[in-house]
């Protein structure tokens, strides 16, 4: 469209232009036209030949700190701090990361310059992801989940579950009991339950549970949680802060 625009000011630049007094009362509005003929050009040189704008598309990133030496985690994306003062056993707020490039997001002790973990890879438009980091600092284990967007039934809740204690070797059943009730007669939530295993979103009453796992020796970790109607929550089996107890439950909330 550019090369037509200059080729209408060069045909009307050739037949219009002139110092002919005969046809100097034109020159005022050929003055005109030719401004304008000019202005339009570079617009388009600008627009058209130029090529489109370039848009920015993004990916959403949450980081959970399950790493229980590191009380304080810090995330950068480059140089660029994104999450900061994040202590064990939180999930930082959502923050976005580009998708028309390769990125890196490395997470640190809070003012360390050596990254405890870092990920290089380019985003898709639009992914949700729930990164877990986990272990220890210096044998860092990073969990990545593709969230998809969960709503509970009518006067129902959901909830999911990670083992994300580092400590644990064996494989766990894992059962949600109401509260009063034996957890062994109610159906077996999920078995052969390890480290880093997921557990997928189980819809369910509102009500209090006793959260229950279940080692092949039959020795058992019981936790008890309170869930309410419209709730999503994750529900994090974690190693303990105080070192006295065996085990943590964290308790997410995952809808606004």
Same mark, same amino acid.
């Given at each position: 469209?550019?090369?037509?625009?200059?080729?209408?000011?060069?045909?009307?630049?050739?037949?219009?232009?002139?110092?002919?007094?005969?046809?100097?009362?034109?020159?005022?509005?050929?003055?005109?036209?030719?401004?304008?003929?000019?202005?339009?050009?570079?617009?388009?040189?600008?627009?058209?030949?130029?090529?489109?704008?370039?848009?920015?598309?993004?990916?959403?990133?949450?980081?959970?700190?399950?790493?229980? =030496?590191?009380? /304080?985690?810090?995330?950068?994306? @480059?140089? %660029? #701090?994104? !999450?900061?003062? &994040?202590?064990?056993?939180?999930?930082?707020?959502?923050?976005?990361?580009?998708?028309?490039?390769?990125?890196?997001?490395?997470?640190?002790?809070?003012?360390?310059?050596?990254?405890?973990?870092?990920?290089?890879?380019?985003?898709?438009? =639009?992914?949700? /992801?729930?990164?877990?980091?986990? @272990?220890? %600092? #210096?044998? !860092?284990?990073? &969990?990545?989940?593709?969230?998809?967007?969960?709503?509970?039934?009518?006067?129902?809740?959901?909830?999911?579950?990670?083992?994300?204690?580092?400590?644990?070797?064996?494989?766990?059943?894992?059962?949600?009991?109401?509260?009063?009730?034996?957890?062994?007669?109610?159906?077996?939530?999920?078995?052969?339950?390890?480290?880093?295993?997921?557990?997928?979103?189980?819809?369910?009453?509102?009500?209090?549970?006793?959260?229950?796992?279940?080692?092949?020796?039959?020795?058992?970790?019981?936790?008890?949680?309170?869930?309410?109607?419209?709730?999503?929550?994750?529900?994090?089996?974690?190693?303990?802060?105080?070192?006295?107890?065996?085990?943590?439950?964290?308790?997410?909330?995952?809808?606004?």
């Amino acid at each position: 469209m550019g090369f037509v625009m200059r080729g209408m000011y060069i045909y009307f630049y050739r037949n219009y232009s002139t110092t002919d007094y005969s046809i100097l009362k034109h020159k005022s509005l050929m003055r005109t036209l030719n401004f304008f003929i000019v202005f339009l050009i570079l617009g388009i040189h600008f627009g058209c030949d130029g090529g489109d704008p370039v848009t920015t598309d993004y990916a959403t990133i949450r980081v959970y700190n399950g790493l229980s =030496d590191v009380p /304080l985690l810090s995330v950068k994306n @480059g140089s %660029a #701090e994104v !999450a900061a003062n &994040l202590n064990y056993q939180a999930r930082s707020a959502s923050f976005q990361v580009k998708t028309n490039s390769r990125q890196s997001i490395g997470m640190y002790r809070q003012g360390g310059t050596t990254p405890i973990s870092e990920k290089q890879q380019t985003f898709s438009k =639009d992914e949700n /992801l729930f990164w877990l980091l986990l @272990g220890r %600092a #210096e044998s !860092a284990e990073l &969990l990545s989940i593709n969230e998809t967007t969960q709503t509970p039934p009518t006067s129902k809740a959901m909830v999911r579950f990670v083992l994300g204690a580092k400590s644990t070797t064996l494989q766990y059943s894992l059962f949600l009991a109401p509260e009063g009730a034996d957890f062994e007669s109610v159906l077996i939530w999920a078995g052969n339950v390890g480290f880093k295993t997921i557990v997928p979103y189980k819809t369910v009453d509102p009500g209090k549970y006793n959260l229950v796992i279940l080692n092949p020796s039959r020795n058992f970790t019981s936790k008890t949680i309170t869930i309410a109607a419209g709730e999503v929550r994750t529900l994090i089996l974690a190693d303990p802060i105080n070192p006295n107890d065996e085990f943590d439950l964290v308790n997410l909330k995952d809808n606004p």
